[in-house]
Each structure stands twice: as structure tokens, then as C-alpha cells.
């Protein structure tokens, strides 16, 4: 079955790194549009950033932008979300998601997900 495993969330400083890696099984890979969710407590799940299958089309939220950078590796099944100048309004549990063709900006037209890794940011 289709399993999204994400990795690499933690507790950092205002200001400071991290980097998201996300790896698929199950999937042919490269059919996928790969995409980053997050969800702060209280609110809703939120789109930060998708990926193409061949990683030349990007679409970042406007919150991330200049901030975040989505990546893939096809040949490792693997999508990554390098996050640069965190904020503590970046602290939420991060989900990878999969879906086919096109990048969508909504939850709910994405097909397969992971447990989601959370991000604490401090100030």
C-alpha cells in the first residue's frame, strides 16, 4: 500500500533551519505531484508548497515564499522542504501529499498522506 513517511521535524530558534525530507513507497513516484501541508493548533490544514513529478513546476504559499524551498529526488522516492528564516508562526505538524497531475492548493483534492512530523519554532 501507499505509505508517505515524513522525517526531520523538531524544535528550533526564530531565525534558524530545518530541513523536511519525506519518503514515498507504493506509488509510481514520478506520476505524483508532491505536495507540503501544515496545521498550526486550532486552524485549518494549510497548503505550503507542491512539486511536479519532473520538479519544473513549483507553487509556494505566499507565507513561505523566499523563505522555503521544495524539492524531489526521483530516484530516491523522496520530497523535501528545506525551511530557511523560520518565524514562530511556522510552528505546526507538517504533512507530505500525493496526488496526480497538477499541484492544487486544497487538502482535499490530494489522494495519499503521511502522519505528518511536527515543527516547533521558538522566539
Known amino acids: 500500500q501507499v505509505q508517505l513517511v515524513e522525517s526531520g521535524g523538531g524544535l528550533v530558534q526564530a531565525g534558524g533551519s530545518l530541513r523536511l525530507s519525506c519518503a514515498a513507497s507504493g506509488l509510481t513516484f514520478t506520476r505524483y505531484v508532491m505536495g507540503w501541508f501544515r496545521q498550526a493548533p486550532g486552524k485549518e490544514r494549510e497548503f505550503v508548497a507542491g512539486?511536479?513529478?519532473?520538479?519544473?513546476?513549483?507553487v509556494y504559499a505566499d507565507s513561505v515564499k523566499g523563505r522555503f524551498t521544495i524539492s524531489r529526488d526521483n530516484a530516491k522516492n523522496t520530497v523535501y522542504l528545506q525551511m530557511n528564516s523560520l518565524k514562530p508562526e511556522d510552528t505546526a505538524v507538517y504533512y507530505c501529499a500525493a496526488r496526480p497531475w497538477n499541484i492544487l492548493t486544497t487538502s482535499d483534492k490530494y489522494d495519499y498522506w503521511g502522519r505528518g512530523t511536527q515543527l516547533a519554532v521558538s522566539s
Open positions: 512539486v511536479t513529478w519532473s520538479g519544473g513546476g513549483i
